[in-house]
């Protein structure tokens, strides 16, 4: 997405910031040559977090290193112009890392947060519709997350209702042969979506738009399965 933020967007790019900032602060400063240094680590979760903080005005490339810009203290303040493709990217980082952080289980319904950071960031995801309110102080995803789940190999895409034959073929007529291809030769969830939907929008493909890595709410997990199935199989 590239349009401003909505008011629970903005809370929920806050609520993110914070939630991401504190676990990058706490996992990777370790060992570094100086205090507003962290350490750019080659691992997936980490990768992507700090690609979404430095989107937030949190951090910047360093290096072999990340630069903090913001601690934080009395609220984190994002650059001007950030809009929902930065939110993209930082719900990006918060599903990466959400399977190493204890409380945050992979399943649609267990999320026990621990603290104030954890609990306004679900409560702003329920804000959103990615979390349904808690019960007994559990949060539960909701499908609305499922691309950035699937995307980071938290769940599976084939739990999703797949789109019809008739759905299937008409995406299919609009695909460009390369990404056929390529779709084709992957039978990786997290990439084949990544393919899929890099240039797809409002039920279509067209290389005038960006490229994109990420996830966003217009990824059609059904049409996607139907298609994932299509060329792949169960």
Sequence with gaps: MTEDLSAPGRALAHAATAWLAGEMFRALSQDTPAPHLLRDEAQSNFEIACMALERAGVLASAGSHWRVLQRGYGGFVLPGGFDGAGLDLLLAGVSAQAGYVAGWAEDKDGVTPDGPVEVALCEALVGCGYMEAPRARRYGWTEAFGPWRVWSGAWSLLEFEPATEEERAEALARLPAAILAR???????????????????????SEAHDWRNVPSDDWDLGLAAGLYLHLHGA
């Design 183 to 205: 779709i084709g030769a992957t039978g990786h969830a997290p990439e084949f979506l990544r393919l899929l939907f890099a240039q797809w929008r409002d039920g279509g493909w």
